[in-house]
């Protein structure tokens, strides 16, 4: 088993920045890839980011790219998810995925075992 924990969430105006963390505990030697989705209210779950554990290479959806930055630090056992430009539309609540295996399906949330419980990200315009 893999817990994440997310932390980091909060009120921002737009244009500004916030830095989600994840944490993942348990049998962290097994997790292959993380990943962030995200939920706003009458949405469906999408993807924002993801990060492959071993080579550190980074997959991000259109709408957040060269704005946000997901990083790793393994010997913390931690995602971070750094979000720049922040507007209203990115405004939900954010999921922390982990999953034992990649593939190339990462940009589903069906792919992922280990969820966090979601921390809430609100941009004021």
């Known amino acids: 088993q893999v817990q994440p924990v997310e932390s980091g969430g909060g009120l921002v105006q737009a244009g500004g920045s916030l830095r989600l963390s994840c944490a993942a505990s348990g049998r962290t030697p097994s997790v292959a890839v993380m990943a962030w989705f995200r939920q706003a209210p009458g949405k469906e779950r999408e993807f924002v980011a993801a990060?492959?554990?071993?080579?550190?290479?980074?997959s991000y959806a259109d709408s957040v790219k060269g704005r946000v930055t997901i990083s790793r630090d393994n010997a913390k056992n931690t995602v971070y998810l750094q979000m720049n430009s922040l507007k209203p539309e990115d405004t939900a609540v954010y999921y922390c995925?982990?999953?034992?295996?990649?593939?190339?399906?990462?940009?589903?949330?069906?792919?992922?075992?280990?969820w966090g419980q979601g921390t809430q990200v609100t941009v004021s315009s």
């Open positions: 995925a982990a999953n034992a295996y990649w593939s190339a399906n990462y940009r589903s949330d069906s792919m992922y075992r280990y």
């Open positions: 990060i492959r554990w071993s080579i550190g290479s980074t």
